[in-house]
């Protein structure tokens, strides 16, 4: 079965310090990865894809995720992170084309000033 | 730039009584999803649809929900008789059918549903 796994809860950083959010997967095959945020009251917005190719992805925002399959994570990354970073950020895998995405259980990010 | 639409954003509802969620999908989209997402846990699938018929569905989709795509525009779910367990946010996303198979989802902002 496919699982999609991030292991931290919250993560806090300070405005302009590096922001990583880390996700583990589990899936037979290649594997397919998304990240999407989450605003207070607001759905889940997409931020950047892996499919194929280049392990390093750049997405929306200024975010950018690594692909790293000998340890099979997929953690996103921002250089400098800003306090309207703050939001709940989603790891997910889609389980075949077209099909469902299967969630981590989000992790929340708190960027103070 | 085209969003994924949700009505309500909020309702509340008796145990045991009939929902309705909206969504308008974006409009080029031709695969259509239902998630939940019960507070403080991860978001959950329901439902697939493309074509107009289910193409998968979770186990939590059970006979009490349905969805429908009355017209061209719009995507509902309904649940029949609801249970406090019920309760959650529910999110409408779709995505293109273009070649990529693995183009991502837009979702909506999601419908609060509170069963008392």
């Known amino acids: 079965a496919q699982s999609v796994a991030q292991p931290e809860d919250q993560v806090n950083v300070a405005e302009g310090n590096p922001l990583t959010v880390k996700c583990t997967y589990s899936?037979?095959?290649?594997?397919?990865l998304f990240w999407y945020v989450q605003y207070p009251n607001r759905g889940l917005q997409f931020l950047l894809k892996y499919i194929t190719g280049d392990n390093l992805v750049k997405g929306s925002y200024g975010f950018e995720a690594e692909f790293n399959k000998s340890q099979t994570s997929f953690h996103l990354k921002k250089p400098s992170a800003l306090v309207s970073d703050s939001a709940l950020y989603f790891c997910a895998a889609p389980r075949a084309a077209g099909n469902k995405l299967t969630f981590g259980g989000g992790t929340r990010v708190l960027v103070k000033p | 730039e085209p969003e994924v639409t949700q009505t309500p954003s909020h309702q509340v509802t008796q145990m045991g009584q009939e929902v309705i969620l909206r969504c308008v999908p974006i409009?080029?989209?031709?695969?259509f999803y239902w998630y939940r997402q019960i507070l403080g846990q991860k978001v959950e699938f329901l439902v697939s649809?493309?074509?107009?018929?289910?193409?998968?569905k979770s186990e939590i989709f059970d006979d009490q929900f349905s969805v429908e795509r009355p017209d061209g525009s719009n995507f509902t779910l309904k649940i029949r008789s609801t249970k406090l367990e019920d309760s959650a946010m529910y999110f409408c996303a779709s995505r293109q059918g273009t070649s990529g198979a693995y183009n991502e989802q837009f979702f909506g902002p999601g419908t609060r549903l509170t069963v008392l």
């Open positions: 899936v037979s095959g290649n594997p397919y």
């Open positions: 409009s080029n989209h031709l695969y």
């Open positions: 649809f493309y074509n107009n018929e289910i193409s998968e």
